[in-house]
């Protein structure tokens, strides 16, 4: 695992106080074969607080297994429950289409086609744009970045730029712009699900080739959806995967994780301050997390 996946959509998540019911999938036919049922998801328990919490998903390198983690509310991770294959798949984003803290649906990019897709939970894989993987990588989905409901996108893309886009609650698409400036094409890794800086703005996480991580503040706003960057701090190279679930802790600030070099997992609880949004990191998980390709 070196870089995250692409990213732009739209749905800023507010919080659970109870893991979502998420399963994803297996198999090349579609992303879901493994989704939990839509009545399932209604009966998921409401958020309470604002931070959306999502299960962590992880699939082997080889895509021969896919495991689904649920947070214990209280920093932590229960033990895998094991979902069968998923191969054929290069990145994933889980996504909140309506705002209200649960996974309802997943952009994606296959291993052989490289065409974006969608795919609700109760619902089929739809192609949206062909050829997106050849353009854009390290997808994530951190929230409403435009005033709607639905989760947008954001990717890092060939010549230095980055992608944004405002996604409707069908996955399909409002719009999207492109971020320009010389620092996206310093970025290995984008991550983020929620707001960082207490604003209830959904913010991002960038990584540059340096190991310094960079904050950027959502705004609320389609023409200019980020605050120009601040810095969090150096080192960060000595991670090779960062992704976000929401609140893994329950007190209602979205969290950050990070996979070391020895596939140790680390958990960085959020504070809600934008000069200092993370807390000094804690081991929630001993080895094993480099034997997984994806994490998200």
Do not use: C
């Not at 692409?6 to 919080?15: D, E, F, I, Q």
């Not at 913010?203 to 190991?211: H, L, Y």
């Amino acid at each position: 695992m070196t870089t995250v996946s692409h990213v732009s959509r739209r749905g800023l998540s507010r919080l659970v106080t109870a893991a979502v019911a998420v399963a994803l999938v297996g198999g090349t036919a579609g992303v879901a074969a493994a989704h939990t049922s839509g009545a399932q998801v209604a009966a998921a328990k409401k958020p309470s607080a604002s931070a959306p919490v999502f299960r962590v998903g992880a699939i082997t390198a080889k895509g021969d297994n896919f495991y689904l983690y649920e947070v214990d509310g209280k920093g932590g991770l229960k033990p895998r429950e094991a979902r069968g294959p998923w191969k054929n798949l290069r990145e994933l984003a889980q996504v909140d289409r309506d705002a209200d803290g649960r996974h309802d649906g997943d952009y994606f990019i296959s291993e052989n086609g490289r065409d974006l897709k969608f795919h609700g939970l109760t619902g089929k894989d739809v192609n949206l744009v062909p050829g997106y993987g050849h353009f854009y990588h390290g997808l994530i989905s951190p929230g409403d970045l435009g005033g709607g409901k639905a989760a947008d996108l954001v990717a890092l893309g060939k010549g230095g730029r980055a992608n944004v886009r405002f996604n409707k609650a069908d996955g399909g698409l409002v719009g999207e712009i492109q971020l320009r400036g010389a620092e996206w094409g310093t970025y290995t890794e984008l991550a983020g699900r929620g707001d960082y800086s207490g604003d209830g703005k959904a913010d991002i996480v960038a990584k540059d080739r340096d190991g310094v991580l960079w904050l950027y503040k959502g705004t609320g706003n389609v023409k200019k959806p980020f605050e120009a960057r601040t810095k969090i701090g150096g080192g960060w190279n000595k991670y090779h995967h960062l992704f976000s679930n929401g609140d893994t802790d329950g007190d209602g600030r979205s969290d950050l994780m990070a996979v070391d070099g020895k596939g140790a997992l680390w958990l960085y609880k959020g504070t809600g301050k934008a000069a200092a949004p993370f807390k000094a990191p804690v081991k929630i998980g001993n080895s094993g997390w480099n034997q997984y390709r994806l994490v998200f």
